[in-house]
């Protein structure tokens, strides 16, 4: 049968246009990716706008995934792949865009985040086939990679699977289909995958790079290799697609951040594509029309009878609810059992806000030094006609910042929102001197710390006449100040500068409830600092014992709770 020309560049644009409208129901994300498009689209009318859009190539990319057959699932394996007016968007959007001089691809990284079961391994694996030989790249190099061998290989061998079972097209551009990779000898080209466990992370020379399930990886390792081994081709690509996750310190979250800067046009970056399939803040996640919001192949390869079972669960076991929002709705959530509410967390950044707006207030402050190889944190918090407003400082020796697996340390050390101490140890010294200047400037009520690892520095501190609280890591003196600033956040009555350390560290804390409703905060993985958190609470602690203006303080000296 022959293929209507244009017919998936017709089909996405009505995608498009149909999300922007709202006769497709679409998170916001989506609509902004789609808003995108469009607008791209009457730009390249400009003159000076470097891109336009190339049907041909777009509709190519399209025609040549057709030829493809999925390859697992009872219903689906050994029928070709028809694609879903989304995925057409999605690929003509990728492979469309041509610099208007030469005709070179525009986008070089794309970021998909969807669900579970909306595909996302089965759009992967053409792309990689596409890449290695219909692109024409001389010794093209692609790889799908990942941490592991057995996350790499998923990818790969769907598009082995999918070579073996469609020789025709195998014949016509050369590929051979070896154990290991596919390889088209005449133009030195190959596919294969590629792990942090490889020996051959050096020397590469990438034309794709396809990350599956990018919330997986715990360091920015394999990402920044091949993102950096893309640099000397002329169209390169780098293809991100994953699963919302818990780790909003990895290299993942820090993607998607940026996607949902650039579709806010917050940042502008024209070679970088992405859209986010998820629910937005206030949608009911037990409704299905929530779930088919966030799940493009609704109805097609995600059930509906499927996803109902696994939400009925989720209502009636706390434990999964978490799990299912972020597998079935896309939604990052830091912990299986969180505590906080994270899209009720978001709404009390203020970026306009500044310390230096609260000079001469008076100031409670917390201390978390916890170890002197760790996070040390350093909490002020102000109140004003009954809204508090939080600003941490974070220190951090240097040799752990240079060797830490968190990939946002450095980042936040360029951003100054972790300040790094020389040496292999945290200088409680530089911790006492800001202190020292910060009590110039406004009235410090309380200085509330937790006596592990803090003796030393508490006696040096009430010796200068600062007024010392010791707090004690107990239920008694945390589930108060946690179920406080948790009503805070949910009334919009706490706010903060938009701390990504503090968010951070806030979406790590998990709750646990004894059985007097006590709760207490805890982390899951040592990686997942939560000291931030542990100072806050210390500083509203001490904030909701002051019963008036006068603090017993500045009578009683050190105090112990």
């Not at 028809?82 to 057409?88: A, I, M």
């Not at 692109?135 to 990818?155: F, H, L, M, N, W």
């Not at 081709?233 to 699963?243: C, G, K």
């Not at 400037?441 to 030393?456: N, R, W």
């Amino acid at each position: 049968m022959a293929i209507k020309k244009h017919s998936h560049v017709a089909i996405a644009k009505k995608y498009a246009e149909d999300v922007v409208s709202g006769k497709i129901s679409a998170c916001k994300w989506v609509m902004l990716a789609c808003q995108r498009q469009l607008d791209d689209l009457e730009r390249q009318k400009e003159a000076a706008w470097p891109y336009k859009f190339d049907h041909t190539k777009a509709e190519r990319i399209c025609n040549v995934v057709e030829l493809f057959p999925h390859v697992k699932g009872r219903q689906w394996a050994g029928k070709n792949i028809t694609l879903e007016p989304w995925q057409s968007f999605i690929y003509t959007t990728t492979f469309g865009w041509v610099k208007k001089e030469t005709g070179l691809r525009r986008f070089k990284t794309v970021f998909i985040e969807c669900p579970r079961k909306n595909g996302k391994s089965a759009m992967s694996a053409p792309v990689g086939l596409y890449m290695l030989a219909v692109d024409g790249e001389p010794g093209s190099e692609c790889y799908s990679a990942a941490t592991s061998r057995d996350q790499a290989k998923i990818v790969f061998n769907i598009a082995k699977e999918m070579a073996r079972k469609t020789p025709e097209f195998c014949s016509k551009f050369g590929i051979e289909i070896n154990a290991h990779n596919l390889c088209v000898i005449q133009t030195a080209s190959k596919f294969e995958s590629l792990s942090a466990e490889s020996s051959t992370l050096d020397g590469l020379n990438v034309h794709c790079g396809i990350i599956d399930e990018l919330h997986a990886h715990k360091t920015r390792a394999v990402y920044d290799v091949i993102e950096t081994a893309l640099g000397s081709r002329s169209q390169p690509l780098l293809w991100n697609i994953t699963t919302a996750g818990s780790n909003r310190a990895g290299i993942c979250y820090e993607q998607r951040t940026y996607v949902t800067k650039i579709l806010e046009k917050v940042h502008a970056d024209e070679t970088y594509f992405g859209i986010i399939y998820t629910i937005d803040d206030g949608d009911d996640w037990t409704d299905a029309k929530t779930w088919q919001r966030a799940n493009p192949n609704y109805g097609v390869s995600v059930y509906p009878d499927d996803i109902a079972r696994l939400c009925a669960k989720a209502q009636q076991m706390p434990s999964a609810q978490n799990n299912f929002l972020t597998k079935r709705l896309n939604v990052w959530v830091n912990a299986d059992t969180a505590w906080m509410s994270m899209a009720a967390w978001d709404k009390c950044a203020d970026t306009t806000l500044n310390v230096n707006m609260f000079e001469g207030k008076p100031c409670w402050k917390g201390i978390d030094l916890a170890s002197k190889i760790d996070i040390a944190a350093d909490m002020s918090l102000f109140e004003q006609d009954g809204h508090y407003y939080a600003f941490g400082k974070y220190y951090l020796p240097e040799e752990t910042i240079e060797n830490a697996a968190n990939s946002q340390y450095s980042g936040w050390v360029r951003m100054g929102r972790l300040e790094p101490t020389p040496g292999e140890v945290i200088d409680f010294d530089t911790i006492e001197d800001d202190i020292k200047d910060f009590s110039s400037k406004v009235e410090i009520k309380s200085l509330a710390y937790d006596p592990f690892q803090a003796t030393q520095f508490a006696s040096h501190m009430l010796e200068q006449g600062f007024p010392m609280v010791e707090v004690r890591p107990t239920v008694l003196n945390f589930s108060e100040p946690m179920k406080q600033l948790e009503a805070l956040v949910l009334s919009g009555k706490f706010h903060f500068d938009g701390d990504p350390v503090l968010t951070w560290m806030v979406s790590n804390v998990v709750g646990h409830m004894d059985n007097k409703d006590n709760i207490y905060p805890k982390k899951e993985r040592p990686e997942n600092k939560i000291d931030g958190v542990i100072a806050l609470l210390m500083a509203l602690n001490m904030a909701m014992r002051q019963s008036n203006k006068r603090s017993i303080y500045e009578e009683r000296g050190l105090v112990v709770l």
